[in-house]
Each structure stands twice: as C-alpha cells, then as structure tokens.
C-alpha cells in the first residue's frame, strides 16, 4: 500500500481548484499555516494528480444564476465581482510512487499565460499540462454580463426619475 501526502501551498480565495487524482475528486483540508493537506491510500505505482479552475461563467445556466444573483442582491450592490481576467487552470501530472510520498505543490500567482504549479517531490514524476489559460467564452460573457448590468442600472435609474416626476408634477 502506497501513501501519498499531498500538501498544497499559496491557494488564495480567487484561485480555489478542484483537485482530482485518479480521476477522483479529492477535498483537502486546511490546515493551520493556510495551506491545504490530504492524504490518499493506493495500491497503484504510480498516480495521476491533475487539478482545474472551473469559471462560474461557463456553466450551461450561467445566465439564469447571473441574474438570479443580481436580483437577490439587490440589483448587483451585494453581489461578489467576477473575475474579470477569466482565467482557467489546466494541469496535470503522473508521480511514480514509494511506500510513503511527500508531494508539495505550490501554486504561481494568476497571470493569463504561464505555469501554474510547481511541484516539488521525492519521487520522479512527469508533467502532462501545466499552464494558465485566459478562457476566451468565459471573457466574452463577462463583457455580455457587465454590459447587461450598466443597461440595467440606466433602466432603473430612468424608473426611478420617471417614478419622481409623476409623483411631484
């Protein structure tokens, strides 16, 4: 039985990857210094660790949540920003195991083209992909969205005026 310890380090709230090894999902845990910790039994010689940054933009339904969100929100005041730069994560790796195995990850800052992990272990590994990504339909409806909620706020902005005048004159 191999065991693997995968600690991952500098993860901040804009960057929150879905970590799968073995094409299962993992949940790591956060652990005191603000890094994340799992720990993962296998039988198998060697594994496959690959993480991804799924944008909130582009799911099938992101127009139904974009503006439930806005409404619930009150018309965008309360609503958390999206990212702006739209950028997805894509990597993945193979590690050759040991009886025990320390592999520390450590992931770059956001930038809309390079690496985006760095990985240090004992044991020999090979990288498949591991790049940042500017994702370009995620970009397009962040502008239809942004465009959408300045029209909106000039709609209300012009009820509210005419609401006004009605109510004086």
């Known amino acids: 039985m191999n065991s693997v310890k995968l600690k991952l380090v500098g993860i901040n709230s ?19 210094f603000g890094s994340y910790e799992t720990d993962f039994q296998t039988e198998k010689d060697e594994i496959k660790i690959a993480f991804s940054r799924e944008l909130e933009l582009k799911s099938k339904l992101w127009w139904l949540y974009a503006i439930l969100s806005f409404i619930v929100s009150v018309f965008g005041i309360f609503n958390p920003p999206y990212d702006r730069k739209c950028i997805s994560m894509d990597c993945s790796f193979i590690v050759k195991l040991k009886d025990v195995n320390n592999i ?25 992909k591991n790049e940042y990504t500017v994702d370009k339909i995620a970009k397009r409806r962040w502008i239809i969205l942004l465009i959408a909620r300045i029209l909106a706020w000039i709609g209300i902005a012009i009820l509210l005026g005419w609401l006004i005048a009605n109510q004086i004159g």
């Not at 760095?118 to 990288?127: A, Q, R, Y």
């Open 104 to 128: 520390n990850i450590k992931f770059n800052s956001l930038s809309s083209s390079g690496r985006a992990v760095e990985v240090e272990t004992e044991t020999s590994f090979e990288e498949i």
């Open 14 to 32: 804009k960057l929150i990857p879905n970590i799968f090894i073995d094409d299962q999902y993992v949940k790591c845990k956060k652990n005191e």
